[in-house]
């Protein structure tokens, strides 16, 4: 049904092909550059609030002339912080790593790896796009409204985000915040219904569930999840809006003063906002790491030559990690006030997660043993990838459990924890992908020396800051604190806080080598071989770079699962999946 | 696309729907589930307060439940002609479709009215987002919020039940496109049922 149409027109203009155009690939990459345009802001926030934490109450005039309200005169003000802390974390959390992952690899990986035209509803894939757009914008204007950007932290806590005289950012911040979420939701579960429908009906002929990539399988069960979980905050933003504009009470409870004014609210409760939130945002943390686990799964038999470890069992895992992490939400509000037969469910639901974590975890461990390893660019980031996620499951496990949690609740180690997981997984797998998929965005090699100084920058700058953390929160540092320094007992890690920050500037800084390898690559980079890597899944038998419907006439049949690498019996040591079983025998 | 040789050894193989129908079908039960969740959500919420609270206003003394029934039942009822609409779409009558398509936009728009009747009677009686005459504050606001959210849900599915009146008259409407509105369509009425039966007699 118009499949043959679809593979040959082109669009004919500038705008309809690289600005509103409906091609998975074009909206793909269009994704992966917004993404790494809101990092470089999402960072440069969390730059200036490094620079509190290593010179506390520096003045800094000229900081002062850019933020005239939150650095007046140069020193930082303390709601100007809470401000920082709390775009950094939404910005990054949703607008880069969903948008990178999901958005950008989603959409550009889909269609290739299953052997489809193009997603099932292109004009909704666009829409989606020009829904993160605005709801980018609005996130990032906040700042310049008055009282400034929201400032009760990325999980919008009331009273702070439901009382409009709470903090100089719970004003018009706060709405507009409520309001860019609210796109975002929109634009996530277009691309999400889009996704899960493409990943069921578009696989080309021969291209089974279990023959899938794991990345695919994992963008499917990522999509299902923000599916499933999504909702529920969507339903808590609305009434959180009702809460700020209409005088309802949903999660204000009476007795409430600011600024030595009773409210009027009565009837609600702020754990009912904690309950909605985290039961998307322990869900979004899978749906986040799962596509970086897909991809460095999928990318490890490329550089091991040999076919990947417990295809069948990681995918059972992941399905087990999707179910679990629908009903652990409580996790995350040990100290809310929770009976301790609650937290004891939740604890033994959120230990339980660590057995399938740790098979797909021993699973990449293996596939690299007794392979032929090669370490080109994208490998380095895959191994910095299996490397967090092994340290950052680490920490995990005392803060899924309820008696250490108590402890360590709200210090600095849930900041390392969450950032090696969430934030070092997720970047690693992102920069792997992108050196590794470049050839078939842009049929250009990204330079290889370049990309392995920015491996050598990024991962120990990045492990210098977040292992530290750890230590800083052993050691009792409150995380959001902006003025440790006024508290004696924590006077000590001030030179750990400056270390911090240093590696902070230092891998901040890092990124822009790739970024201008990125750009630089486009225009100059070397010319691609159609397969580069020598890889076997389906998105390389397309010519490089894959032109508009991706396939000429015919679509690519599939005979085999995507990892035959060194098959015995088979010519050379990459059998790709269109390769017929009369050809190379079929090993899975 | 889908000829039966593709089918190897399971319709999951590759190169057909697994589950035999059209994207955009399969979309929309998708859209369902996700929606039904954000319904889910109100009403756990709902639930969650109203447990919590110490006293909840008695529905009886405030609402007609006959009336409410009368719109419970012009909203079943739409279900059902919207289902006769899919039927004759399916067998290539259009013009039949249609005529039922005309009585399931009808049933919407009565449901709607009566709905704007309730909640201005309510209003004059002194309900607001933030207080009732009733006691429970929270009452007012769980009442509002959830009747409206679904309200809207019924105006836009009239809007699509309208659109696809409007494409079948031209000639533009496949019977998929009726049966995937068809589906929504039963979707908001079945959330009714939830709501009708948690709100008003629970």
């Known amino acids: 049904m118009g499949e043959m149409s679809r593979a040959v027109h082109e669009p004919p203009t500038f705008l309809r092909r690289y600005v509103f155009s409906t091609d998975h690939k074009v909206i793909g990459i269009q994704y992966l550059i917004t993404a790494m345009f809101m990092a470089i802001a999402g960072?440069?926030?969390?730059?200036?609030?490094?620079?509190?934490?290593?010179?506390?109450?520096?003045?800094?005039?000229?900081?002062?002339?850019?933020?005239?309200?939150?650095?007046?005169?140069?020193?930082?003000?303390?709601?100007?912080?809470?401000?920082?802390?709390?775009?950094?974390?939404?910005?990054?959390?949703?607008?880069?790593?969903?948008?990178?992952?999901?958005?950008?690899?989603?959409?550009?990986?889909?269609?290739?790896?299953?052997?489809?035209?193009?997603?099932?509803?292109?004009?909704?894939?666009?829409?989606?796009?020009?829904?993160?757009?605005?709801?980018?914008?609005v996130m990032l204007g906040s700042f310049w409204v008055e009282g400034g950007a929201a400032a009760a932290g990325w999980t919008a806590y009331p009273p702070l985000s439901a009382v409009r005289t709470a903090l100089p950012g719970s004003q018009w911040g706060q709405t507009l915040w409520i309001l860019g979420m609210a796109l975002f939701i929109a634009s996530f579960t277009m691309g999400g219904l889009n996704y899960v429908t493409t990943i069921f009906d578009q696989r080309t002929k021969g291209m089974s569930m279990m023959r899938m990539p794991l990345t695919i399988w994992t963008m499917f069960i990522a999509s299902a999840i923000g599916l499933l979980a999504f909702p529920p905050l969507l339903a808590a933003a609305v009434l959180l809006l009702f809460d700020r504009h209409g005088g309802t009470s949903f999660f204000l409870p009476s007795g409430l003063y600011f600024g030595n004014q009773l409210l009027p609210n009565s009837g609600g409760t702020p754990l009912l906002w904690q309950h909605l939130f985290w039961f998307l945002g322990h869900p979004e943390v899978y749906v986040l790491i799962l596509p970086a686990l897909g991809i460095t799964l999928d990318l490890l038999p490329v550089f091991t030559r040999k076919p990947l470890f417990g295809y069948r069992l990681t995918v059972y895992c992941l399905y087990a990690i999707a179910a679990l992490s629908m009903i652990v939400w409580g996790h995350h509000m040990y100290v809310s006030g929770m009976s301790p037969y609650v937290g004891e469910f939740f604890a033994i639901g959120t230990l339980a997660i660590t057995v399938p974590s740790t098979i797909i975890g021993v699973?990449?461990?293996?596939?690299?043993?007794?392979?032929?390893?090669?370490?080109p660019t994208p490998m380095l980031f895959v191994i910095g990838a299996i490397v967090f996620f092994g340290t950052g499951g680490f920490g995990g496990i005392f803060l899924g459990n309820a008696t250490s949690d108590i402890q360590l609740h709200d210090t600095y180690f849930v900041v390392g924890h969450f950032h090696l997981m969430i934030g070092g997984v997720t970047l690693m797998a992102m920069f792997a992908g992108v050196y590794y998929w470049f050839p078939k965005m842009f049929g250009r090699m990204m330079s290889e020396r370049l990309g392995k100084v920015h491996f050598w920058l990024t991962f120990p700058a990045f492990y210098a800051i977040f292992l530290a953390m750890h230590y800083q929160g052993l050691a009792g540092m409150p995380r959001r604190y902006y003025a440790f320094d006024k508290y004696e007992y924590l006077q000590w890690l001030q030179g750990s806080h400056l270390h911090v920050s240093l590696a902070a500037f230092l891998l901040f800084g890092a990124q822009f080598l790739f970024l201008y390898n990125f750009f630089r690559s486009v225009?100059?980079?070397?010319?691609?071989?159609?397969?580069?890597?020598?890889?076997?899944?389906?998105?390389?038998?397309?010519?490089?770079?894959?032109?508009?419907?991706?396939?000429?006439?015919?679509?690519?049949?599939?005979?085999?699962?995507?990892?035959?690498?060194?098959?015995?019996g088979a010519t050379g040591d990459c059998t790709p999946q269109t390769t017929p079983a009369s050809v190379a025998p079929v090993t899975f | 696309m889908h000829t039966t040789a593709a089918i190897t050894k399971t319709s999951w193989e590759g190169g057909v729907s697994p589950f035999g129908t059209g994207w955009s079908k399969l979309m929309m039960w998708l859209f369902i589930v996700t929606d039904g969740l954000v319904f889910a959500g109100f009403l756990a919420i709902y639930g969650f307060l109203r447990l919590a609270g110490p006293s909840w206003p008695d529905r009886a003394k405030m609402f007609h439940l006959d009336f409410i029934a009368?719109?419970?039942?012009?909203?079943?009822?739409?279900?059902?002609?919207?289902?006769?609409?899919?039927?004759?779409?399916?067998?290539?009558?259009?013009?039949?479709?249609?005529?039922?398509?005309?009585?399931?936009?009808?049933?919407?728009?009565?449901?709607?009215?009566?709905?704007?009747?309730?909640?201005?009677?309510?209003?004059?009686?002194?309900a607001t987002l933030s207080s009732n005459p009733w006691g429970a504050p929270l009452f007012g606001a769980c009442f509002f919020v959830i009747t409206g959210f679904h309200g809207s849900h019924v105006l836009s599915g009239v809007i699509v039940?309208?659109?696809?009146?409007?494409?079948?008259?031209?000639?533009?409407?496949?019977?998929?496109?009726?049966?995937v509105a068809g589906l929504y369509w039963h979707f908001v009425d079945l959330v009714w049922v939830f709501i009708f039966t948690l709100f008003y007699l629970v």
């Not at chain 1, 020598?534 to 419907?549: D, Q």
């Not at chain 2, 779409?89 to 259009?94: E, I, V």
């Not at chain 2, 039940?161 to 049966?179: D, K, Q």
Request: charged share 15%.
């Open chain 1, 43 to 137: 960072g440069g926030l969390v730059a200036l609030m490094r620079m509190q934490l290593a010179w506390p109450g520096t003045k800094w005039a000229w900081l002062g002339r850019i933020f005239p309200d939150g650095m007046e005169s140069g020193v930082m003000k303390p709601e100007f912080y809470l401000s920082l802390m709390t775009m950094h974390g939404t910005i990054m959390v949703f607008f880069v790593v969903s948008l990178g992952l999901l958005g950008g690899f989603g959409n550009f990986l889909i269609p290739l790896q299953i052997g489809a035209r193009d997603m099932a509803f292109p004009v909704l894939n666009m829409l989606s796009y020009w829904t993160i757009v605005p709801a980018c914008l």
């Open chain 1, 363 to 375: 699973n990449m461990i293996a596939s690299l043993w007794g392979g032929t390893l090669r370490f």
């Open chain 1, 523 to 568: 225009f100059r980079g070397r010319k691609a071989a159609d397969n580069p890597w020598n890889a076997a899944t389906l998105e390389w038998s397309s010519p490089t770079p894959a032109p508009h419907g991706n396939w000429g006439e015919h679509l690519p049949e599939v005979h085999r699962w995507p990892y035959d690498y060194s098959v015995p």
């Open chain 2, 70 to 126: 009368l719109m419970t039942f012009t909203l079943i009822t739409s279900s059902a002609t919207m289902a006769t609409a899919v039927g004759a779409a399916r067998k290539g009558q259009g013009k039949l479709a249609r005529r039922f398509l005309a009585l399931t936009i009808l049933g919407g728009l009565g449901f709607l009215g009566m709905q704007a009747y309730e909640w201005s009677s309510l209003i004059r009686a002194g």
């Open chain 2, 161 to 179: 039940l309208a659109a696809t009146w409007v494409r079948s008259g031209m000639g533009l409407s496949r019977p998929e496109g009726v049966e």
